[in-house]
Every structure is written in C-alpha cells, then in structure tokens.
C-alpha cells in the first residue's frame, strides 16, 4: 500500500488550499480515507475520514470550513480547506486500513501565516 500527499503549501490566514493523496496498492474504492494532522509538540489529530459509500466525518476545529472527497477513478483522495487560520498548520497525513494494518502518506505540510 502506497499513499502519496502534496499539495500543501503556505497560505495567508482566510485562505484556501486544496491537498491529495494518491493511493496505490489497494482496491481503492472499498476503503476508508482519512486525513490526519500533526502540529509540532502535539498529537496526531483526525481531521475528516470518507467511507466507501461517500458519507463523510469531521473534526469539530474544521467542520463547516473542510471538505474531503475521493475520486474512485484516478483513486485519490482530497481534503480542501477554507477559511484558514493559522492553528490549522500541521503536517497533514492521509491514512487508510489495510489487513488491520494503518498505512500513512508521507505527509504534505500546510503552514498558515496571519
């Protein structure tokens, strides 16, 4: 199994950015997609997961502001964020399970100034 984020960038605080992973090595359209973050000194956080069937989740802190979605197709999985503030900055993750096995992209990392 094989994820692969990009797309993070720096952005100025109210902004938008828009991240994806790239999966490989799984039947992709049968698995649950999440989007982890990690600030420095904190824990990793669960941001936004989305199911097989579409249904979506979100963390409290970005819920109203972040949209995760997939495309089945070209087996991606995205994470676009608006109104941005600058606690939102972290390594972002994507994850899935696999074989009872957690797998991680590399992570893509999103800085947010004010």
């Known amino acids: 199994v094989q994820l692969q984020a990009y797309g993070g960038g720096l952005v100025q605080a109210g902004g938008s950015l828009r991240i994806s992973c790239a999966a490989k090595?799984?039947?992709?359209?049968?698995?649950?997609m999440a989007w982890y973050r990690q600030a420095p000194g904190n824990q990793r956080e669960l941001v936004a997961t989305?199911?097989?069937?579409?249904?979506?989740d979100y963390a409290d802190s970005v819920k109203g502001r972040f949209t995760i979605s997939r495309d089945n197709v070209y087996r991606k999985v995205d994470l676009q964020m608006n109104s941005l503030k600058p606690e939102d900055s972290a390594v972002y993750y994507c994850?899935?399970?696999?074989?009872?096995?957690?797998?991680w992209g590399q992570g893509t990392l999103v800085t947010v100034s004010s």
């Open positions: 994850n899935t399970q696999h074989q009872g096995r957690n797998f």
């Open positions: 090595g799984i039947n992709f359209r049968i698995y649950r």
């Open positions: 989305i199911a097989s069937d579409h249904t979506t």
